[in-house]
C-alpha cells in the first residue's frame, strides 16, 4: 500500500493514474469486507490482561502484576505514558479508539486540583459526552477531600449503561452497581435503573441518560461484569484505566463476522423446528430456504438507522412473504407443518428474555420495571402477528383454499395449529440440541473459548427437562407443563450459578439460551392467530377454548422466573462471596490463594504471604 500511495503523488497533476490506484484499494477493501464477513476470534477476552494495570497488586491466574499508578510511569490498558516530577495535574482525553489516552504536564498548576477532560460521547443514543457528565459532578468533593467524584460517577454511569444494554436485568445490574459504588468510595451514591434510562445522584447533583435499545451481547456482558466485579472488589482500582479499560470493550468489534451469524441463525431455525416444536425433517428442510432471508433482513436493520426502528414489523413481514411461497412452490403439505415453519423462523425473536426478566424483578421488587417488560413482551407477540399476516397477504392469498374449501380472508390466514412430527423426542434431546445451543450462542455472540461451560450447563439443562415432559415413560409421574418449566429453569439457575462460582462468568449466560429453547411467548402467537381465524369464521372449538394470550404469556414468564429466583436467591450470598474473595487475593503463594478460594468452613493452610 506504500507503493500505491507513492505512486498517487508521484502522477501527473491531472490525477488520471488516480482510479487505477482506487481500484485496487476498492479490492482490498471488498477483500477485508469478506475477511470480516466470515471472521471468528478464537482468542482470549483481551480485557482480561487490562484489568492487571488498574491496581497496585493484582494476580491474574499465577502472575503477580505491579502497576503503581503513582510511580513516574504509568501503564494504561492502551499505553504506558510517562509522567515528569512536576506532572500533578493531569488532562484526561480519549475522543475515539484507537487513540491512546494522552497525558499532558502542567508544572505551574501544582497544588491544584486534577481536572479531567474527555471528549468522547457516551454512545448507546446518547447525544452527551463524558465531559458533559464531568461537568455535572465538577467541584464535588468526597470525605477525604479528593475531588475525582466525576470520574468517579462517569464510571459508574458508563457501566450502567453497558450492563443494560448487553442483556443483564435492573435487579442484578443494580446489585452490581451498589457494590461498584461502595469500592469506589462514594459514600451516599443514588442510582436509579429502569427500562429506558439511568439517574447517578451524588452531593446533590443528578447525571441521566437514556439506554439505547438493548440486546444480549454475551462477549461484552462477560467483559463488562468482570470489570465491574474487579472495580468492585479490587481495592486502589485506577478509575481512569478502568474506564478507558470499558470504551475498549465497547468499541471493540464481535467475535463472530456477519456471514458465520446468518449460517448460525439458519441452523439455529432448522434444529429449533425438531427440538423446540418436535417436527419432522421436511420442516428443517423447508427452514433453510426461509431462514437466510430472515437473517438476511435482520442483519440490513442493523446497518441503517431507519430500518433499525422497522424491525420489529420487517421480521414478520418477511416470514410472512416467504414461507407461503416455500409452502406451494417446494414443500406442499398439511398445513399444520407451516405453523411449525413460522414458530422456527420467529423464535429467536420471540419475547424470551422480556418474560423471564420481567416476572423477575417484579419478584424482586422492582414493579415498574417488571411490568413495563411483561407489557413490552405482550406487544411484541401482536407485533410478530401482525406483520406475519400482512406479509402473508401478498403470496399467500388462498394459499389454504384446498384445507379450508373456501376461498377469501378464511383461506388467506396463517395457519394456526401445529401437528407432531416424526423425530422421536429423545434423539432431539440427546443429539439435536448440541448444534442447537451451539448455534444459539454463537448469535449470542458467546466466545469460542467461553463456549464449554455455558453449552454444557445448557445441555444437562435441557437433558433433565426432555425427562420431566416425558416422565411416564421411565415409570414417573406425569407433570403440568408449568411445573415442568420451573423445574427445568431452577435446573439451569442451579447449574448456571456453580458455574458462575468456579469461573465468575454470569449466570445468565447458561439461563437464556436455556429459557429462550422453551420457546417462551410461542403460545401466545398461536393463541393470537386462533383468535384471527375465529374473528372470519374458521373456529377450531378445541384450539379457542384453550387459547389464552395474557396467560400463555405471563404464566410462562412466572414459571421460568420462579425457577430462576429460587436458584439466584440460594447461590447470591455465595458468588457474592467468590467473588469478594478473589477481588482480595494480592501477590500470594499458589497455596494461599487456593486455601482462599474455598469456602470459609472449609479453609485450613498453612502458607504464607509472599
Given at each position: 500500500m506504500?507503493?500505491?500511495?507513492?505512486?498517487?503523488?508521484?502522477?501527473?497533476?491531472?490525477?488520471?493514474?488516480?482510479?487505477?490506484?482506487?481500484?485496487?484499494?476498492?479490492?482490498t477493501t471488498w477483500m477485508q469486507s469478506l475477511r470480516e464477513a466470515i471472521r471468528v476470534d478464537l482468542s482470549a477476552d483481551p480485557s482480561k490482561l487490562e484489568l492487571a494495570l488498574m491496581s497496585p497488586n493484582t494476580v491474574i491466574g499465577t502472575l503477580p502484576v505491579k502497576a503503581d499508578r503513582w510511580r513516574p510511569q504509568l501503564a494504561t490498558p492502551l499505553g504506558v505514558g510517562t509522567l515528569g516530577e512536576d506532572s500533578w495535574c493531569l488532562e484526561f482525553s480519549v475522543d475515539a479508539p484507537p487513540k491512546p489516552m494522552q497525558w499532558?504536564?502542567?508544572?505551574?498548576?501544582?497544588?491544584?486540583?486534577?481536572?479531567?477532560?474527555?471528549?468522547?460521547?457516551?454512545?448507546?443514543?446518547?447525544?452527551?459526552?463524558?465531559d458533559d457528565v464531568l461537568a455535572t459532578f465538577d467541584g464535588i468533593q468526597d470525605g477525604r477531600g479528593k475531588n475525582d467524584i466525576g470520574p468517579r460517577a462517569l464510571l459508574v454511569l458508563k457501566l450502567a449503561l453497558a450492563l443494560l444494554v448487553y442483556g443483564h436485568n435492573t435487579v442484578d445490574t443494580e446489585v452490581i452497581l451498589r457494590d461498584v459504588c461502595r469500592g469506589l468510595g462514594l459514600v451516599g451514591a443514588n442510582l436509579e435503573l429502569s427500562m429506558r434510562s439511568v439517574r447517578c445522584s451524588v452531593g446533590g447533583r443528578t447525571a441521566e441518560l437514556l439506554v439505547g435499545k438493548r440486546g444480549v451481547v454475551f462477549d461484552k456482558l462477560v467483559a463488562t461484569t468482570r470489570l465491574a466485579t474487579h472495580v468492585a472488589t479490587v481495592?486502589?482500582?485506577?478509575?481512569?484505566?478502568?474506564?478507558?479499560?470499558?470504551?475498549?470493550i465497547v468499541d471493540r468489534p464481535?467475535?463472530?463476522?456477519?456471514?458465520?451469524?446468518?449460517?448460525?441463525?439458519?441452523?439455529?431455525?432448522?434444529?429449533?423446528?425438531?427440538?423446540?416444536?418436535?417436527?419432522?425433517?421436511?420442516?428443517?428442510?423447508?427452514?433453510?430456504?426461509?431462514?437466510?432471508?430472515?437473517?438476511?433482513?435482520?442483519?440490513?436493520?442493523?446497518?441503517?438507522?431507519?430500518?433499525?426502528?422497522?424491525?420489529?414489523?420487517?421480521?414478520?413481514?418477511?416470514?410472512?412473504?416467504?414461507?407461503?411461497?416455500?409452502w406451494i412452490y417446494a414443500f406442499p403439505g398439511e398445513a399444520c407443518r407451516v405453523t411449525v415453519w413460522i414458530l422456527a423462523s420467529v423464535l429467536f425473536f420471540l419475547p424470551g428474555v422480556q418474560l423471564i426478566y420481567g416476572a423477575y424483578e417484579t419478584e424482586f421488587g422492582s414493579v415498574i420495571n417488571g411490568t413495563s417488560r411483561l407489557v413490552a413482551a405482550l406487544m411484541r407477540c401482536q407485533f410478530l402477528v401482525m406483520g406475519l399476516t400482512c406479509?402473508?397477504?401478498?403470496?399467500?392469498?388462498?394459499?389454504?383454499?384446498?384445507?379450508?374449501?373456501?376461498?377469501?380472508?378464511?383461506?388467506?390466514?396463517?395457519?394456526?395449529?401445529?401437528?407432531?412430527?416424526?423425530?422421536?423426542?429423545?434423539?432431539?434431546?440427546?443429539f439435536f440440541n448440541l448444534p442447537l445451543l451451539l448455534f444459539l450462542s454463537v448469535l449470542f455472540n458467546l466466545r469460542v473459548r467461553d463456549l464449554f461451560g455455558p453449552?454444557?450447563?445448557?445441555?444437562?439443562?435441557?437433558?433433565?427437562?426432555?425427562?420431566?415432559?416425558?416422565?411416564?415413560?421411565?415409570?414417573?409421574?406425569?407433570?403440568?407443563?408449568?411445573?415442568?418449566?420451573?423445574?427445568?429453569?431452577f435446573i439451569a439457575g442451579n447449574l448456571g450459578s456453580l458455574h458462575e462460582y468456579l469461573t465468575g462468568t454470569p449466570a445468565c449466560l447458561s439461563v437464556l439460551p436455556v429459557v429462550l429453547v422453551y420457546a417462551p411467548g410461542s403460545g401466545a402467537v398461536k393463541s393470537m392467530l386462533v383468535g384471527l381465524h375465529a374473528s372470519v369464521g374458521d373456529v377450531d372449538m378445541q384450539a379457542l377454548v384453550h387459547s389464552n394470550?395474557?396467560?400463555?404469556?405471563?404464566?410462562?414468564?412466572?414459571?421460568?422466573?420462579?425457577?430462576?429466583?429460587?436458584?439466584?436467591?440460594?447461590?447470591?450470598?455465595?458468588?457474592?462471596?467468590?467473588?469478594?474473595?478473589?477481588?482480595?487475593?494480592?501477590?500470594?503463594?499458589?497455596?494461599?490463594?487456593?486455601?482462599?478460594?474455598?469456602?470459609?468452613?472449609?479453609?485450613?493452610?498453612?502458607?504464607?504471604?509472599?
Open positions: 506504500e507503493a500505491d500511495r507513492s505512486y498517487i503523488t508521484n502522477g501527473d497533476a491531472n490525477g488520471l493514474e488516480e482510479p487505477l490506484v482506487q481500484q485496487r484499494l476498492a479490492t499532558k504536564e502542567f508544572p505551574e498548576t501544582r497544588g491544584a486540583p486534577t481536572r479531567f477532560r474527555s471528549s468522547r460521547s457516551m454512545g448507546f443514543g446518547n447525544a452527551h459526552t463524558e481495592p486502589g482500582v485506577d478509575i481512569q484505566a478502568a474506564s478507558a479499560t470499558l470504551d475498549s464481535l467475535p463472530y463476522g456477519w456471514l458465520i451469524q446468518v449460517f448460525c441463525f439458519v441452523g439455529f431455525a432448522s434444529m429449533a423446528s425438531l427440538t423446540v416444536f418436535a417436527g419432522a425433517y421436511s420442516d428443517a428442510h423447508a427452514l433453510l430456504l426461509i431462514a437466510p432471508f430472515v437473517a438476511l433482513i435482520a442483519k440490513a436493520c442493523q446497518y441503517n438507522s431507519l430500518l433499525g426502528k422497522l424491525e420489529g414489523a420487517l421480521i414478520p413481514m418477511f416470514v410472512g412473504l416467504v414461507t407461503p411461497l416455500v406479509g402473508w397477504q401478498i403470496f399467500g392469498h388462498n394459499a389454504a383454499l384446498k384445507f379450508t374449501g373456501k376461498s377469501g380472508a378464511i383461506a388467506s390466514l396463517p395457519p394456526s395449529v401445529a401437528c407432531p412430527g416424526d423425530v422421536p423426542w429423545w434423539m432431539a434431546t440427546l453449552m454444557l450447563c445448557g445441555y444437562l439443562s435441557l437433558l433433565a427437562y426432555g425427562v420431566l415432559q416425558h416422565s411416564r415413560e421411565f415409570g414417573g409421574p406425569e407433570l403440568p407443563g408449568l411445573i415442568t418449566n420451573f423445574l427445568g429453569v394470550v395474557w396467560g400463555d404469556l405471563v404464566l410462562q414468564g412466572v414459571s421460568y422466573a420462579f425457577g430462576m429466583y429460587l436458584a439466584v436467591v440460594i447461590w447470591r450470598p455465595l458468588n457474592r462471596w467468590r467473588h469478594k474473595a478473589r477481588g482480595r487475593l494480592s501477590v500470594l503463594d499458589e497455596e494461599l490463594q487456593s486455601v482462599l478460594l474455598q469456602p470459609p468452613l472449609f479453609r485450613t493452610f498453612t502458607g504464607q504471604m509472599s
